[in-house]
């Protein structure tokens, strides 16, 4: 069955609305986007969406007690739960650097899971 | 009482404040000062850990603890003076600074400069005037947001949020990935105030609901929030009776604006303007006081951090100016207007001499959502020149530039102004 979908590209701030006609993971037509980063972004959301996840992991003995993260690149949508998951049950010790690797290779996804700011030890 | 004489004070060491030390130690002026309350740099930043900072500024995409760490490394390597837990209590006109924390005790800092950094606050249940009482549960999102991302517990499992700010949105999406029922999203107005990515990755992604044209209209519970009563709204935002629902919820979110943080700039005397909340500035950001500064969202609410640096690079790069003394005003300013359908536009005036600038960026909102504009620029009421986009959001700020060479084959200009019109016959 030949289905459409008008999605907000989100490649860029001009935020146009595009149109696209697809079955299954074969698309037929795209439109409404102004660039090509429009159809780029369009063919990818139905095919295959991926977002960065960004999240916290718990810290022990940390100035604060949870540490934000993030996956190193985007991974599948429909994923985002188990990954969720996953990186609730992660707990590190302080302190932590950024870009420091918590998990490595998520769910297979080749994303690792990393630290995105700085955490001294908890000063007694 | 403990005294400093400092060249730069600045107030308020988040995004705004550390680009702006950043900058004017790298043009020549090192005795500078950070005065922050918090007890670490970074501001509203290391909150805010979704992705989507930096797309301007580093063309790369960062989480906002990311962004603020960039920073925060920056001031560190230049050995810039900083005081963590301190908090400013009054700005004097002649730039005296009065401050204090647990080691010094209240003192008093002599600045040749200073830059107001202290960006904003959120509007509050008691701001906007919802009925019913006020139990437990009602927060705003970026009480929400704190609680959740630094402090690391969930504000409630069954959520309804009040105002389609990104903050709003964003915290959508997050309570939902940590397992609380987010019902939904209700926002006054026919459109929503976010950015559009934030609509399609925290809400579409989830299959959260939006609702425009809705708002609370009543809040349930003792203690503890047990629903909210939501209805539809007219064309005049007034909520049709009976469309009034109940929603099941522990906590309601506001994501319903946010304030310019301005105590301290009135303490100084300095003029706020009325639809911006902050500062009248000049294209310097220096404010109706000479010498002292604004940026960030002190001086207007800023959606995307990318043009919270630009602003503190500006601010800091006449700071220095200022404090070099290598400073001239024109005797008469030129005055920046907004026209049709712009809400505002920053600077408000324009009047320091520099022979060495290319264009002066203007920065500015619509009114409302348009699509299909041009946004054109008149000096005196003559047409100067027009730039084209598919659209136009309030929820989006727009950047254009204001070319020098125009300025000056224009004498004894008195106004510019800006308009941002639907192209005809679209
Ligand atoms: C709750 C909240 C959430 C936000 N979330 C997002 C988001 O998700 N994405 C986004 O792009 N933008 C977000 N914003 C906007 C964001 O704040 C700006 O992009 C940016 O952080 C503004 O930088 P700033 O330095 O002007 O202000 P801030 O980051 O607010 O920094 C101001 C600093 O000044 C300090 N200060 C204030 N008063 C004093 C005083 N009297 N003495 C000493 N120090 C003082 C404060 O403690 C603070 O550290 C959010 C804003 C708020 C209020
Ligand atoms: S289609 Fe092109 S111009 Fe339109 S939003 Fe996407 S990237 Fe931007």
Known sequence: MIETKTLTCVACPKGCEVTIEYEGNEIIEIKGNTCPQGSAYAREEIVAPTRILPTTVIVKAGALPLVPVKTSKAIPLEIIPDAMEIIAKLEIEAPVKMGDVILKNILETGADVVATRNLPVLKA | MHKLEKKLVIIGGGPAGLAAAKTAFDKGITDILILERDFELGGILPQCIHNGFGLHHFKEELTGPEYAQRFINDVAERAIEIKLNTMVLDVKENKKVYAVNKTEGFFEIQAAAVILA?????????????????????????????????????????????????????????????????????????????????????????????????????????????????????????????????????????????????????????????????????????????????????????????????????????????????????????????????????????????????????????????????????????????????????????????????????????????????????
């Open chain 2, 118 to 426: 202290m960006g904003c606050r959120e509007r509050t249940a008691g701001a906007i005037g919802i009925p019913g009482t006020r139990p437990a549960g009602v927060i705003t999102a970026g009480t929400a947001q704190r609680y959740t991302n630094i402090e690391g517990y969930l504000p409630g499992k069954e959520v309804v949020i009040l105002g389609s700010g990104d903050i709003g949105l964003i915290m959508a999406r997050r309570l939902k990935l940590e397992g609380a029922n987010v019902k939904a999203v209700c926002e006054l107005l026919p459109y929503t105030g976010g950015l559009t990515r934030n609509v399609v990755q925290c809400l579409e992604d989830y299959d959260i609901p939006l609702l425009l044209n809705h708002t609370v209209t009543g809040i349930k519970g003792n203690g503890r929030l047990k629903a909210v009563e939501i209805s539809e709204v007219d064309k005049n935002l007034k909520p049709i009776p009976d469309t009034a629902k109940i929603i099941k919820a522990d906590t309601l979110l506001l994501s319903v604006g946010l304030i310019p943080e301005n105590e301290l700039s009135k303490k100084a005397n300095v003029v706020l303007d009325q639809r911006t909340g902050g500062p009248i500035v000049n294209e310097g950001r220096e404010t109706n006081i000479p010498g002292i500064f604004a940026c960030g969202n002190v001086l207007h609410v800023h959606d995307l951090v990318d043009w919270v640096t630009e602003e503190a690079e500006i601010a800091a790069s006449w700071a220095v100016k200022y404090i070099k003394k290598d400073f001239l005003k024109e005797t008469a300013a030129i005055k920046v207007k907004a026209g049709q359908n712009v809400s505002y536009v920053i600077p408000q005036k324009i009047e320091l001499q520099a022979d060495d600038r290319k264009k002066i960026p203007l920065y500015m909102r619509v009114s409302q959502p348009l699509t299909a504009v041009n946004i054109n620029l008149f000096a005196d009421g003559e047409k100067l020149y027009s730039f084209s986009e598919p659209f136009a959001k309030p929820g989006e700020m727009i950047s254009i530039p204001l070319a020098q060479k125009t300025l000056a084959q224009h004498e004894n200009l008195q106004e510019i102004s800006v308009e941002i019109v639907e192209k005809e016959g679209e």
